[in-house]
């Protein structure tokens, strides 16, 4: 397989979690670069549901190596969490896990702290899930944050601690919370360090010695690339490199060594959180959600829901480089007579064939559409791209075309067995 990024292709969401597990099948270590336990990666394996946040997919695999790398933020308490419920599953974590001690700490000042700047934004809001993710990454880029490095030393990481609670009880109450107390907050942080401790490593050096070795890595992206903190709808992105750059950076591989780059992405397209989002439709939405389909992994919230929107994804396959697309959730799409494709913006009479930097400019573009031939028979269950519907294998070619990339992988379902492969 390779030295493999996946990227989500949209708005997150795409259904990462369950590609990565199927092509974990041909890595021997999978790797989570960016993002922390605001991303959601849902899979179905063994007869079981597991929604992981932290953790990279890989983990439901035997044999594999999973690693959190140095770009990520982690919650300690309730990446501690996670661990215990995947073993309570009979899932082993082990020696496959293993965390960098250069990845950044999330504590409860930041989760304070991202609701209460959420509410003082009012209707300006971004939707963050509250768990705290922007005020760690800001305080990893003012150099003022705490790693995964100091929370093994209980004398260093005591003493850095309680300047940062210091230090943030002052904001907090300037923003009208109550303070922390540094004791529970040390006591429950030092008491996930005992569990963590045996994970925690240089992963740089481990990768580079996996590389040497000639091991195939997968790169498991969060989030998506109209999230990038960079290239996303900016302010309502969330703190971090989502786009394939990130992978090398928040893993310490360089980039001569990644072999290829995948692009995950829906057959439509979605978005959790505020923002625009130039295709949204209502009925479509009302329809989506009416079929139990899209409602958020972490947070539970309904997604918003809209037709596929070339235009997005040709930009996102330019920024990432995609050479391959999986497109997920083809299935969704079962049943719907004509079928609309964005293939181009329409902003103050003139025709657009990239979306877009300016916030203000994109939520006033009006998509062009293309309508394709829906078809009526079910999707679930093919297995083979032979056996789609003529119209559904139609469809497929035209967004890869419109992307730009070639079409790979074809998902009509969250099981395993229920991927194509193009």
Same mark, same amino acid.
């Given at each position: 397989?390779?030295?493999?990024?996946?990227?989500?292709a949209?708005?997150?969401d795409?259904?990462?979690?369950?590609?990565?597990?199927v092509?974990?099948e041909?890595?021997? #270590?999978?790797?989570r670069s960016q993002?922390g336990?605001?991303?959601?990666?849902?899979?179905?394996?063994?007869?079981q549901?597991?929604?992981?946040?932290?953790v990279?997919?890989?983990?439901?695999?035997?044999?594999?190596?999973c690693? #959190?790398?140095?770009?990520?933020? #982690?919650?300690?308490v309730?990446?501690?969490?996670?661990?215990? @419920?995947?073993?309570?599953?009979?899932?082993?974590?082990?020696?496959n896990?293993l965390?960098?001690?250069?990845?950044?700490?999330?504590?409860?000042?930041?989760?304070?702290?991202?609701?209460?700047?959420?509410?003082?934004?009012?209707?300006?809001?971004?939707g963050?899930?509250?768990?705290?993710?922007?005020?760690?990454?800001?305080?990893?880029?003012?150099r003022?944050?705490?790693?995964?490095?100091?929370?093994?030393?209980?004398?260093?990481?005591?003493e850095?601690?309680?300047?940062?609670?210091?230090?943030?009880?002052?904001?907090l109450?300037?923003?009208?919370?109550?303070?922390?107390?540094?004791?529970?907050?040390?006591?429950?942080?030092l008491?996930?360090?005992?569990?963590?401790?045996?994970?925690?490593t240089?992963?740089?050096?481990?990768?580079?010695h996996?590389?040497?070795a000639?091991?195939?890595?997968?790169?498991?992206?969060?989030?998506?690339?109209?999230?990038d903190?960079d290239?996303?709808?900016?302010?309502?992105?969330?703190?971090?490199?989502?786009?394939?750059?990130?992978?090398?950076?928040?893993s310490?591989?360089?980039?001569?060594?990644?072999?290829?780059?995948?692009?995950?992405?829906k057959?439509?397209?979605?978005?959790?959180?505020? @923002?625009?989002f130039?295709?949204?439709?209502g009925p479509?939405?009302?329809?989506?959600?009416?079929?139990?389909?899209?409602?958020?992994a972490t947070?539970?919230r309904?997604?918003?829901?809209g037709?596929?929107?070339?235009?997005?994804?040709?930009?996102?396959?330019?920024?990432?480089g995609?050479d391959?697309?999986a497109?997920t959730?083809?299935? @969704?799409?079962?049943g719907?007579?004509?079928?609309?494709?964005?293939?181009?913006?329409?902003?103050?009479?003139?025709?657009?064939?990239?979306?877009?930097?300016?916030?203000?400019?994109?939520?006033?573009?009006?998509?062009i559409?293309?309508?394709?031939?829906?078809?009526?028979?079910p999707t679930?269950?093919v297995?083979?791209?032979?056996q789609?519907?003529?119209?559904?294998?139609?469809?497929?070619?035209?967004?890869?075309?419109?992307?730009?990339?070639?079409?790979a992988?074809?998902?009509?379902?969250?099981?395993?067995?229920?991927?194509?492969?193009?």
């Open positions: 397989m390779a030295n493999t990024i996946c990227i989500g949209q708005w997150g795409e259904g990462k979690g369950k590609i990565i597990d092509l974990t041909h890595a021997h #270590i999978v790797v993002g336990n605001n991303a959601g990666h849902t899979v179905l394996a063994g007869g549901k597991h929604v992981l946040h932290l990279p997919s890989g983990i439901l695999h035997k044999n594999k190596v690693v #959190i790398g140095n770009g990520v933020v #982690i919650d300690p309730s990446l501690v969490d996670e661990i215990e @419920g995947l073993r309570s599953r009979g899932i082993r974590v082990g020696r896990l965390i960098s001690d250069c990845a950044h700490l999330v504590f409860p000042y930041h989760r304070l702290l991202d609701t209460a700047r959420e509410a003082r934004k009012g209707r300006g809001k971004i963050t899930t509250k768990r705290g993710i922007g005020p760690a990454y800001g305080d990893k880029m003012a003022t944050g705490l790693r995964v490095g100091d929370l093994i030393q209980p004398g260093i990481f005591s850095k601690l309680k300047a940062k609670i210091q230090e943030n009880n002052l904001i109450k300037v923003l009208g919370e109550k303070p922390l107390k540094f004791a529970e907050v040390r006591d429950a942080c008491a996930a360090a005992d569990v963590l401790r045996p994970f925690v240089n992963t740089v050096v481990y990768l580079h996996a590389l040497l000639g091991k195939e890595i997968l790169f498991e992206g969060a989030q998506g690339t109209f999230l903190i290239h996303g709808t900016y302010p309502y992105v969330t703190s971090s490199n989502t786009t394939a750059g990130g992978a090398c950076t928040g310490g591989v360089p980039p001569h060594r990644m072999d290829r780059v995948m692009g995950i992405m057959a439509y397209t979605t978005r959790v959180g505020e @923002g625009p130039p295709t949204e439709d479509f939405s009302d329809r989506m959600h009416g079929m139990g389909r899209e409602f958020g947070t539970g309904a997604r918003r829901c037709w596929f929107d070339a235009v997005a994804a040709r930009y996102s396959c330019m920024i990432n995609f391959e697309l497109v959730n083809l299935d @969704g799409l079962d719907i007579e004509r079928i609309r494709v964005c293939t181009g913006y329409r902003l103050d009479g003139k025709k657009l064939s990239v979306p877009p930097t300016d916030i203000v400019q994109l939520g006033c573009c009006e998509p559409y293309a309508e394709y031939p829906g078809w009526k028979k679930a269950g297995k083979t791209f032979r789609l519907p003529t119209e559904a294998r139609a469809y497929l070619k035209a967004i890869a075309e419109l992307t730009g990339a070639r079409l992988i074809a998902s009509v379902g969250p099981k395993r067995e229920e991927t194509i492969f193009v």
